[in-house]
T-cell receptor, first 109, second 114 residues
């Protein structure tokens, strides 16, 4: 059974204070790892898909990386508008995703 | 615009009542999914369907039912057998694993039991 663990559960940063969110996973054969952003009361918004160890993708202040056991979402110089819950999910070919419980990020001025 | 719509946005249910949540997509995706989200528990899969007239139970299917009569539509019924239905419900669709594209999510329906 696929498992995804995200840490920390919650993170509070000051504007401009860079940090990383962690997603560790256990799957029988990883075919894709997804990162989503979710604002309160809304559906998740897609950010990145990573397919193989060593792969990296960037979007504005976000950079996602992947190893054989975990993925990191690096946030560089965050702004208050980056405050959200960040979800990680894995796909192993069973036609469904397995999600972690998310990291709630709050960025303050 | 292509996307997923869910209705209603807010739904209130009395004890013992069945309610149906609507999910429609115009992305021409084969697969559709229903998730339940509770605070601190992430997204849990209720049911999913990979083709019309076929669907599979997810991790928490008890007390729920679905149908897939059309490719575009995947309604979820929350029955009176679901003992704790108050939650945020999310519908998603996916083009399929052949392209590894992301799952697209709808805006969600918040169900509250009165």
């Amino acid at each position: 059974e696929d498992q995804v663990t995200q840490s920390p559960e919650a993170l509070r940063l000051q504007e401009g204070e860079s940090s990383s969110l962690n997603c560790s996973y256990t799957v029988s054969g990883l075919r894709g790892l997804f990162w989503y952003r979710q604002d309160p009361g809304k559906g998740p918004e897609f950010l990145f898909t990573l397919y193989s160890a060593g792969e990296e993708k960037e979007k504005e202040r976000l950079k996602a990386t992947l190893t054989k056991k975990e993925s990191f979402l690096h946030i560089t110089a965050p702004k208050p508008e980056d405050s959200a819950t960040y979800l990680c999910a894995v796909f192993s070919g069973a036609s469904k995703l397995t999600f972690g419980t998310g990291t709630r990020l709050q960025v303050t001025l | 615009d292509g996307g997923i719509t869910q209705s209603p946005k807010y739904l209130f249910r009395k004890e013992g009542q069945n309610v149906t949540l609507s999910c429609e997509q115009n992305l021409n995706h084969d697969a559709m999914y229903w998730y339940r989200q509770d605070p601190g528990q992430g997204l849990r899969l209720i049911y999913y369907s990979q083709i019309v007239n076929d669907f599979q139970k997810g991790d928490i299917a008890e007390g729920y039912s679905v149908s897939r009569e059309k490719k575009e539509s995947f309604p979820l019924t929350v029955t009176s057998a679901q003992k704790n239905p108050t939650a945020f419900y999310l519908c998603a669709s996916w083009s399929g694993d052949s392209s590894y594209n992301e799952q697209f999510f709808g805006p969600g329906t918040r169900l509250t039991v009165l």
